[in-house]
Every structure is written in structure tokens, then in C-alpha cells.
């Protein structure tokens, strides 16, 4: 048995799917993708996977794609390992609302204020023709756009919306862990793993503004609770080539 | 054990959760949620479900929302009835990615082009007064907006974009099914009942502009396929109570 896996730093996406592979003690080979040097439009890993994103798992040769789909096909592929998964049918539906929760109204959220405050550093400071170049290799209608909206700028109403919409996210967080200990009841599972990595994980260092540990101390408490399991630590030491100053996800910069 | 399924029209949504019910001969009780007057935002609904958003499945109590949820429950819960989702780790992987498209790269692009075509003169017919009143009931931040734009009117731009993204999906169908009798393999799966509910079945009909027939021949004969299984046939039979001259989804008004 073989378990590629293809990433770039731990977090976000890429932390997604490292977690539970570390939580499962799965020994896999780790590939490193150079998003700095835009390693995931090149030929080599868009012949792994044509939408030219990471992270990607290669099990066996079946190369599975995107993060909540990964993650799921973890859990059916590896049955003797610890689950991250309830067992039971309202247990599992509880875990994918949340999963589609957080793709669908989180991630790209949190993404924006990310790319406007590094990858639009990064797109600024490539000469505009290399940029087109660069841009013309990407895969994907969205990301083509997403790139070249990073190098000028976002809007400040989608960066608002984008606000408006964690914090959405924050309070309705808050609220459930003042009803069940973990997002999907009474279990660490996926649902938790996914908020942790695309907001729960760096909302209060990006968004000082929000108060987080007045506004939802309960996320805060939960966060310490994820951020301290050994699974979750060992995917967090993952190699982190971003420089320094531009660690607006995984270190300390704004 | 008592089943209970609330629903509006057979199309999108409210059809894509109704026919595995009906493909798997699960007997349930049918509560029709009228959407013309707007009783999804109604107290008695949103004690049921606070987005105010059909549909939902009530299954002894649990309460089960999202469609792409609600499918995946309905395969869990109920074991011993015709499957819908492969077997195999891959197999439910490759169901997963194709949903995951639909939801997120599909779904909300034919429904804006639906909106714009009925739910605006439906929006439109109704005085500014009661209007905002109807809207500030509205659950959903998402949703009072799409009321909103439903009433003043999508930009061209956006239209635009939403047929892009539609043509996108076509061509990408199209090429599976070059590949694989079904979506995700040699299985029908709920991946192709999430692409029929939202696209497949109507777009041939909604966009003469883009030549199904001609440009993706086997999507065509697929949709058929589909159409031709008694369960999506059951499914299809659930009553109709939009005017005739409004069916933009469900019959041929345009």
C-alpha cells in the first residue's frame, strides 16, 4: 500500500487533510508543492490534478481530490483506524452540515482577507507580463480571476462581506458549542478539523477587531482543545517555506 | 418508524431528496411547503427548520437538512434498500467530487437564471409594503438578498456569468459520460440524481441558445436514461401548483 500525499504549508486546505492522516498514525509520503513558485500550474502536478490545486491524495494510483471528499475517503478507506466520523446515520448528517457549512461559507471568506494580505503581496511583485504568463497556466476559470483580483486588490464590500460572513460563521460556532462539546455532537470528527484549519485556527490573530475571546470564548476554549490533540500538532510542525513576514495564515504577520 | 418528506415542486431541490425516497420504495408521509406564499419563512416551518428552506426529511424525530445531506443520510439510515452510493472507498469519492461540483459550481447558476425568470415577476407582483415585510421574515442573510435582486433584477453580468458557469458544467458532463455510463462510474448514482434536479433535466429546455443536442449529445441521451427509471418517474408525478404560465423549472414557460 502506497498514500501519497501532495501539499503546501499546514494550514487551510492543506492542514484539512494532513490532520486526519496524522490522527490515524497512516504512514504516507509527503510531497511538497511550491505555491510561492506556483508549482501546482505546472505540467508536472496538473498531470496529477487538472484543476491545478492542492491538496491531492494518491492511494494506490486513485488520486483522490478535494479536501472534504479526501477526508470522507479517508474514513472509508482506513475503517481500522480511529474514526473521525460518527458512527451512526444523524451523527454522519451533523458532521456534513457542518462540512458544507464551512466549504461553502466560510473557506473562500477567509480566504479573501489571506490573498489580499499575502497573495497580493506576492502577485504585485511579479513583473505584469510574467504575471500573465503565470496567470494563463492556471486550470481554473475561478482561480484565474481570484489571482488577478489579488494582484489589484479586492474590493473593500467584498472584503466587508467577506467580514460579515465569519462573523456569521463565529456566532453560529459559539452557539453550538454551548450545546454539544465538539460541531457535530458528542465526537472530535471532520467537522471540527475543517473549521479548525480554513478559520478557527487563526480568526483571532487575523481579526483582533471582532474580539474574539469576548465574542466567543467557547470557540476559543474548543480551538485550545483541537490545537493541543497529537494529530494535530504533528500536522501543524509540517515544513512552513513561507517567508516570515508573510505568514499572514501560519504566523504572525497581518 | 415514521418518515416525514417537506417539500415543494419536483424540480431542484425539493426533487433531488424526493427520488431516491421514491427509488428506494421507502414509504414516507409528503407535506407540501407552498413556496407562492411563501410559507418556507412561516413560524410553523422555521420551528421545523431555522434557514427557512425546504427541503427537510423528518426521520423519527432527527431532523435532516441539505439535500446533499439528506441523500447521504437516506443511504446510511436505510441499508437494506436498493443502494444509490457505490460500494467501494473510490467509487464514494468520485459521487462525492460530482456533488461537491453541482452544490457549489451548478446549482446556484441555474437558479439564478430560474429567479430571474419567475421568481421575479412573482417578487414583482407584490406591493413594495408588504414586500419588505414578506423579505425581513426571511431567515438566510443569502436569501433576503436573492429576493431582493429577484424583485430589481439580476445584472447582465451576473446573468452572464451564471450562463458561463452552466456551459462549463455541460461540457464537463459531457465528458465524463465519454468515459463512464454515470457521473461517478459504472453506477447511477446520487451524483446524477444532484446533476438531472439541477441542470440536466431543464437545460436543454431553459437554453435553446446553447444547443444541447448538438454540443453534448450524450448528456442528452443520459438525461434520458434518467428520466426513463420508474423512481424518477414517481418523483416527477408530485403535484405542481405553480401557475402553467410561470413553470420556467418544471414545464415550458421560458
Redesign the interface.
Known amino acids: 500500500m502506497t498514500l501519497k500525499y501532495y501539499h503546501a504549508e499546514p494550514v487551510a486546505n492543506s492542514l484539512k487533510s494532513m490532520i486526519p492522516l496524522k490522527e490515524k498514525g497512516l504512514a504516507f509520503e509527503s510531497v511538497y508543492v511550491d505555491l510561492h513558485k506556483f508549482e501546482q500550474h505546472s505540467d508536472w502536478f496538473v498531470a496529477i490534478n487538472p484543476e491545478g490545486q492542492v491538496p491531492v491524495l494518491d492511494h494506490d494510483g486513485?488520486i483522490?481530490?478535494?479536501t472534504?471528499?479526501?477526508n470522507?475517503?479517508v474514513e472509508?478507506?482506513f475503517p481500522d483506524t480511529p474514526p473521525l466520523r460518527p458512527a451512526d446515520?444523524?451523527g454522519?448528517?451533523r458532521m456534513?452540515?457542518w462540512n458544507?457549512f464551512v466549504?461553502?461559507h466560510v473557506m473562500n471568506f477567509v480566504s479573501m482577507h489571506g490573498w489580499h494580505r499575502m497573495v497580493g503581496i506576492i502577485a504585485r511583485n511579479i513583473e505584469s507580463g510574467e504575471f500573465l504568463k503565470l496567470v494563463e497556466r492556471i486550470p481554473l476559470?475561478e482561480q484565474r480571476e481570484k489571482w488577478k483580483t489579488a494582484r489589484s486588490g479586492f474590493s473593500e464590500a467584498d472584503l466587508a462581506n467577506a467580514t460579515?460572513k465569519i462573523e456569521?460563521a463565529v456566532d453560529k460556532v459559539e452557539d453550538q458549542l454551548g450545546k454539544t462539546p465538539w460541531l457535530a455532537g458528542d465526537m472530535y470528527t471532520l467537522a471540527d478539523i475543517n473549521f479548525y484549519a480554513h478559520c478557527g485556527m487563526m480568526v483571532e490573530r487575523m481579526f483582533p477587531e471582532m474580539e474574539i475571546a469576548k465574542r466567543a470564548p467557547r470557540l476559543v476554549e474548543w480551538r485550545d482543545r483541537v490545537t493541543a490533540r497529537p494529530g494535530v500538532q504533528a500536522a501543524l510542525e509540517m515544513p512552513d517555506h513561507t517567508a516570515p513576514g508573510l505568514r499572514t495564515w501560519t504566523g504572525h504577520a497581518r
Open positions: 486513485a483522490i481530490t478535494h472534504t471528499v479526501i470522507e475517503y472509508d478507506a446515520p444523524v454522519k448528517a456534513r452540515y458544507k466549504d461553502e476559470h460579515r456569521v
